[in-house]
């Protein structure tokens, strides 16, 4: 029975701590030439920086189009005009990536791209941490020192997206620690912010969790509407089967009858919508290792793990994505004794 490949935390990368980044040759939109090359690794990122992103499952062409995207917000076709006004134009300085809260990091080397992008000069990383790693408030993550007009010009938009991976990651990581020691793991949905998902979902990775479908394209979910569309669930399921025999099909039932009729259709997995705690024991009972099960709705951090003892494999949180608040981060510079 095929079912999605399950995305663990990325694991650290063994790479020396400080990094010289190299912005992008092309002066406007994406540097990467050609294209990315996944055995050549060729983008206008730092190649270093590149390998890591690559590491991490991270398309690095779509991280610098994103980072790209980011900045162009932010100027708007013009400049930093605060910062062009107060700042001298060949001052350099060092700047602290610092959490302001608890949580579980993640996007520092998206972070670092953006920065990559913005940058005129080569500039210098120090790696405190790494992607899925908790840490407290203080905490450094990520220490960068350039010209002071860069830095500024890419705090927000670095920082706007660290904050945001990094709240996904802190959210992510409090379900899968409520999950522990079930056989039950979350898992994140397609509700994400357009443009972001591969981002998003990574930072899901980074905090414990697993992913879904990436796309409509790489496996198929029957919904309630695509059940009244072709008449009934098992109709449903048995025409998806027929039109792309290889592909996982999950199943969205809401009653143990429907529970029956996919399963008896040869459903791969079967999701169970706002089931009961004790609902969902009965099904698990019914299907009896026979599908793959995952719960959605109803779901809260409180009662997780009812719903991962009752049996199933997977619990689907959208929240994980379209409502997680932010890891406060902020950047503090650092005073000319370097305090």
Known sequence: MSTPEENPRPTPVDVPL???????????????????DPDGLECGLDPALVQLLADAGLDPVQVEDIAHVAIEED????????TVATVPEDSVATG???????????????????????????FEVERHVEDGD????????????????DLLTGERSALNLLCRLS????????????????????????????????????????????????????????????????????????????????????????TLEQVREVLDAGADL???DNFTPAGTAEAVALV?????LESSGRLTLDSARAYAEAGVDYLAVGALTHSSPILDIGLD???????
């Not at 959490?99 to 940058?119: N, P, Q």
């Not at 072709?230 to 998806?240: D, I, K, L, S, T």
Request: proline share 2%; net charge negative; aromatic share 4%.
């Open 288 to 292: 009896d290792g026979r599908a793959v």
């Open 167 to 254: 709240g996904i990651a802190t959210a992510t990581r409090a379900w899968a620690d409520v999950l522990e020691g079930t056989g039950a793991k979350v898992r994140d949905t397609r509700k994400t912010t357009p443009g972001l998902r591969a981002l998003e979902k990574y930072a899901v990775r980074c905090g414990g969790g697993v992913n879904h479908r990436m796309s409509l394209v790489d496996a198929a979910l029957v919904k309630d509407n695509h059940v009244i569309a072709a008449g009934g669930v098992a109709e449903a399921f048995q025409r998806v089967r027929k039109a792309f025999p290889e592909l996982a099909i999950e199943v969205e039932v809401d």
């Open 333 to 339: 510079f650092r005073d000319e004794a370097g305090a």
């Open 75 to 82: 100027l708007d076709g013009g400049e930093d005009v605060t």
């Open 134 to 149: 908790r840490v407290v408030p203080g905490q450094k993550l990520l220490t960068v020192t350039t010209r002071t007009r």
């Open 18 to 36: 400080i990094h010289i980044g190299v912005p992008a040759e092309s002066g406007g939109g994406c540097g990467c030439g050609d294209g990315y």
């Open 96 to 122: 602290d990536f610092t959490a302001r809260e608890a949580g579980v990091v993640a996007g520092l080397r998206v972070a670092e791209a953006v920065l990559s992008i913005v940058c005129t000069d080569a």
């Open 270 to 272: 079967i999701l169970l």
